[in-house]
């Protein structure tokens, strides 16, 4: 009922004016009552409400696990390295001092913090198998034959062995939600190191913490983390 609120509230807003900012609601908005496919003539499929619905919760859905599966497997990564954890507390220490929280401003010059989340990401990618793809047309790719209508898997938990690719997939089915995934796992985790220790339960060793994955769509850790935060900035109202 919430997504109906949100989107009546969008409708009504956008009437009879031209708003300066256009969010992803607006956008859907636009292709109301549109044909899916320009060129379909019959116009058999046509957007309407309840798909727009749909859309915008499989994107908050979406949205929520890929980043929390991330930041739970580059927290876990972090507290099973001890010295990586301290340069990166170091960075934070260096760039944003100990008297104030990580901000999205500071994000740009935390550099080591975004090789920690890439090595991570190629540890532990979130969709090992990516997202099935089916080929439009017959096609060779580097010798290989694949005949139109063919189900793709790409085994991108092998080729991330390959350190000239990335983890969001790419071309025209590549993740859309890259940047904000990727701003969001770094301000969290920026914020996770900064103002808090990690201790580890029951005399635990950071390399007794585990690293096996549960191998579904999605690869989140097959344990989740347990760990006890204690707040290490001085100024405790922060
Ligand atoms: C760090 C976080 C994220 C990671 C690691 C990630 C990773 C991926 C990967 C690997 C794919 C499959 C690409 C392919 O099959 O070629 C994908 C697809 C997708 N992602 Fe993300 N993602 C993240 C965040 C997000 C966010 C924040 C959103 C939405 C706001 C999002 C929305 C989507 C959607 C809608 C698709 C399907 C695209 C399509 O099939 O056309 N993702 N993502």
Redesign the pocket.
């Given at each position: 009922m919430e997504y109906f609120k949100i989107i009546d509230e969008h409708e009504k807003l956008n009437k009879g004016q031209q708003k300066q900012h256009r969010d992803f609601v607006d956008v859907m908005l636009s292709y109301l009552n549109q044909p899916m496919n320009p060129n379909d003539e019959e116009q058999t499929y046509i957007i309407d409400q309840t798909n727009i619905k749909a859309i915008i919760l499989?994107?908050i859905a979406?949205?929520l696990k890929?980043?929390t599966i991330?930041i739970e497997w580059v927290l876990a990564e972090i507290i099973r390295h001890p010295r990586v954890k301290s340069r990166l507390q170091k960075e934070l220490e260096t760039v944003v001092g100990m008297n104030r929280i990580v901000e999205e401003a500071n994000l740009a010059n935390l550099t080591y913090l975004d090789m920690v989340i890439k090595e991570s990401?190629r540890l532990h990618p979130?969709?090992p198998l990516?997202?099935p793809?089916e080929s439009m047309e017959d096609v060779t790719i580097h010798g290989y034959y694949i005949s139109k209508k063919s189900q793709i898997l790409i085994n991108i938990s092998t080729i991330r062995r390959d350190p000239n690719l990335i983890?969001?997939?790419?071309g025209r089915?590549?993740?859309?939600?890259l940047q904000?995934?990727?701003t969001t796992?770094r301000l969290v985790l920026a914020q996770l190191v900064h103002c808090f220790e990690w201790e580890l339960p029951h005399g635990m060793l950071p390399n007794d913490l585990s690293i096996s994955e549960r191998s579904r769509l999605t690869a989140p850790r097959a344990q989740q983390l347990l760990a006890k935060p204690v707040y290490r900035l001085p100024d405790k109202r922060l």
């Open positions: 499989d994107m979406t949205a890929t980043s991330v990401l979130v969709a990516l997202i793809h983890p969001f997939g790419s089915k590549g993740c859309p939600g904000l995934g990727l796992v």
